[in-house]
């Protein structure tokens, strides 16, 4: 039985390049897509690339807990497992605004929506025999300043008059570190690897670092993929009881949203 992917936009970037290479290294791929016009694209190049490659799309907004729940059920429709959960999807310095869930729109796509979409497949995660989780984040974290819940909590909700995009995205992937080291302690013990990875050392090569991604040689703490370099990291990731006070709480809302 081939192992099976699920990558997070999928249709271009980093996201297809990974896409790509794991159809080429003979693994299931399931990604997602904006819209169906994209997806059924995708699909098309994919297959025009790879012969018989075996690969499918679900449509996901991840500014929408709707949304989400969707693509989280048709997963399941789809595989039993999943070897490798890789978050790249991602926006990018827009303008002020709430999603329909009342977060900002960098903090719910790029931390809270994929979490919320770990916690509704995580038993598909844990029961391959992979069980890897990789965060694509940025090295603009660093320059994040949350350094306590209280923090997170005024990024999360930002109202338009206190917004600066980039400072935003930098608190969103912060998150997306700190929701890295919780998967750790919550799922270490349970096999589960994950990894936070950087765009901006990964599309040096992408089509090796998808092969990378595959096969597992990605160093962890050092949050550096392969044998490069480390790119260091925001010291918030190793306050003692901050990852863990941020998971707890972005787990309230996603009991909330069911």
């Not at 009342?102 to 979490?115: A, P």
């Not at 890897?132 to 109202?159: G, H, P, W």
Request: proline share 3%; glycine share 8%; aromatic share 10%.
């Amino acid at each position: 039985m081939k192992p099976c992917a699920f990558v997070t936009g999928g249709t271009s970037g980093l996201g297809w390049a990974t896409v790509v290479a794991l159809a080429q290294s003979g693994w299931r791929v399931i990604f997602s897509a904006r819209s169906e016009q994209k997806g059924l694209l995708a699909l098309a190049k994919l297959g025009a690339l790879v012969k018989n490659a075996e690969a499918a799309w679900i449509p996901l907004q991840l500014e929408d807990f709707s949304s989400i729940r969707k693509a989280a059920h048709e997963l399941r429709t789809l595989t039993k497992t999943i070897d490798v959960l890789l978050f790249n999807a991602g926006v990018r310095t827009p303008p002020w605004g709430l999603t329909g869930d009342g977060y900002e729109t960098q903090f719910q796509v790029n931390y809270l929506g994929h979490f919320l979409l770990f916690q509704l497949v995580q038993d598909l995660v844990l029961s391959g025999p992979t069980r890897r989780v990789v965060n694509i984040a940025s090295s603009d974290s660093k320059m994040a300043t949350s350094s306590s819940l209280e923090d997170f909590q005024k990024y999360a909700r930002v109202a338009q008059q206190g917004y600066s995009a980039k400072q935003s995205f930098r608190e969103s992937k912060l998150a997306q570190l700190l929701f890295t080291q919780a998967l750790r302690v919550h799922f270490g013990g349970r096999g589960l690897t994950a990894y936070v990875v950087y765009p901006k050392v990964m599309f040096r090569d992408s089509d090796q670092t998808a092969l990378a991604l595959v096969q597992g040689r990605l160093s962890g703490p050092s949050l550096a993929w392969a044998n490069k370099k480390s790119v260091g990291h925001n010291a918030a990731v190793d306050r003692p009881g901050l990852p863990e006070a941020v998971w707890d709480w972005s787990n309230a809302h996603f009991t909330q949203a069911q």
